[in-house]
């Protein structure tokens, strides 16, 4: 079920599973990259989502509170004798498992791996790599507890 008030581009490169649900004022964009959406994810009320050329997976069965951000693209900042906006891009692709439940708020950067059944807590950044079953806060968000 998409709500009327979402805007998501519809291509090719955009996969939705059976069963998930995205709320109103959500925006998803597969333009130049696979964004693919499992089955049964719950995508909450302003949150944004965008893959390019790495893509950005999202698990069965996730759960992703309001005004989340998920950006699969990131810009290059090498060079300091040129402006940013012209160095170009990078896209390393997001991987979020099955069972995750990602709070309000949240920032998932390019890069970022989270594994199957975490948490992250609302308000943090995950920007690395989240095993399996973690328990994760703060900005960067780091492990506080692991699932057993």
């Given at each position: 079920?998409?709500?009327?008030?979402?805007?998501v581009?519809?291509t090719?490169n955009l996969?939705?599973?059976?069963g998930?649900q995205?709320?109103s004022?959500?925006?998803i964009?597969?333009?130049r990259g696979?964004?693919?959406?499992?089955?049964?994810?719950?995508?909450?009320s302003?949150?944004?989502?965008?893959?390019?050329s790495?893509g950005v997976?999202?698990g069965?069965?996730?759960?992703?509170?309001?005004?989340?951000?998920i950006?699969?693209?990131?810009y290059r900042?090498?060079?300091l004798d040129?402006?940013?906006?012209?160095?170009g891009?990078?896209?390393k692709g997001?991987?979020?498992?099955?069972d995750v439940?990602i709070?309000a708020?949240?920032?998932?950067?390019d890069?970022?791996?989270?594994?199957?059944?975490c948490?992250?807590?609302?308000n943090?950044v995950?920007?690395?790599t989240?095993e399996r079953?973690t328990i994760?806060?703060?900005?960067?968000a780091?492990?506080?507890?692991?699932r057993?």
């Amino acid at each position: 079920m998409v709500s009327p008030r979402a805007e998501v581009e519809l291509t090719p490169n955009l996969r939705i599973g059976r069963g998930s649900q995205i709320s109103s004022f959500v925006k998803i964009k597969a333009t130049r990259g696979d964004l693919v959406i499992g089955e049964d994810v719950d995508i909450g009320s302003g949150s944004f989502i965008a893959a390019d050329s790495g893509g950005v997976t999202i698990g069965d069965h996730a759960m992703i509170g309001p005004n989340v951000s998920i950006a699969g693209v990131n810009y290059r900042y090498d060079r300091l004798d040129m402006p940013i906006v012209q160095q170009g891009i990078t896209s390393k692709g997001i991987r979020i498992g099955n069972d995750v439940w990602i709070g309000a708020g949240v920032v998932i950067l390019d890069g970022a791996q989270i594994g199957d059944h975490c948490i992250i807590s609302p308000n943090s950044v995950v920007s690395g790599t989240l095993e399996r079953g973690t328990i994760a806060q703060g900005q960067p968000a780091r492990a506080i507890f692991v699932r057993r």
